[in-house]
């Protein structure tokens, strides 16, 4: 069971807007840590996607933003694209744990 | 171009040893916190092990404590992580990934299967 909690599946069509949530608690997001988000395409290593809440790598499009508020943290994708189709893990550094956690992970699936 | 290349996966008994490699290039290696970070067959990631640049300070999630043994060469450009006494649960690909700090997981290779079954 983690302690970051991600739903395990979303979908949305072509051009729209999704949000990926990630509930935590005052040991881990709530405490302040920074929250990152990964995107796992199938068959392939998770890639970095946003860091530090709300910071993109670079050569990650804008269409992806992060942000955090009190405990939790959002992942959202605009203009949602069939290539977005993919895995989506927040992971931050619980203080309980002594190290990095991650979520469980979201399935997004492109209609 | 950053690179991250894992070794040493493959086939082993419950109680067997496995020593897993990385080795980077494109990074001055020896300036990166480096990780290990796991995925069970269908399932999530999960951080296995950290160390310190200098090697001088390691982490572990609490199941593999005792069991597994990160380290690195510098002078190598590699990490490694020595997996003893391992466990049916064990199965996973094994990533190799830098930093996992502020800047999260910048980095990853592209795993290595390790198999613990009878």
């Known amino acids: 069971q983690s302690v970051l909690t991600q739903p395990p599946s979303l979908s949305g069509a072509p051009g729209q807007r999704v949000t990926i949530s990630c509930t935590g608690s005052?040991?881990?997001?709530?405490?302040?840590?920074?929250v990152h988000w990964y995107q796992q395409l199938p068959g392939t290593a998770p890639r970095l996607l946003i860091f530090d809440d709300t910071n993109r790598p670079s050569g990650v499009p804008d269409r992806f933003s992060g942000s955090k508020s009190g405990a939790s943290a959002s992942l959202a994708i605009t203009g949602l694209q069939a290539e977005d189709e993919a895995d989506y893990y927040c992971q931050s550094y619980d203080s309980r744990l002594s190290g990095p956690t991650f979520g469980g992970g979201t399935k997004l699936t492109v209609l | 171009e950053v690179q991250l290349v894992e070794s040493g996966g493959g086939l082993v008994q419950p109680g067997g040893s496995l020593r897993l490699s990385c080795a980077a290039s494109g990074l001055r290696f020896s300036t990166f916190w480096m990780s290990w970070v796991r995925q069970a067959p269908g399932k999530g990631l999960e951080w296995v092990a950290n160390?310190?640049?200098?090697?001088?300070?390691?982490n572990y999630v609490g199941s593999v404590k005792g069991r597994f043994t990160i380290s690195r060469d510098n002078a190598k450009n590699s990490v490694y992580l020595q997996m003893n006494n391992l466990r049916v649960e064990d199965t996973a690909v094994y990533y190799c990934?830098?930093?996992?700090?502020?800047?999260?997981?910048?980095?990853w290779g592209r795993g290595t299967l390790v198999t613990v079954s009878a």
């Open positions: 990934a830098t930093r996992g700090g502020p800047k999260g997981f910048d980095y």
């Open positions: 005052s040991s881990n997001i709530g405490a302040g840590y920074a």
């Open positions: 160390i310190k640049e200098n090697g001088n300070e390691k």
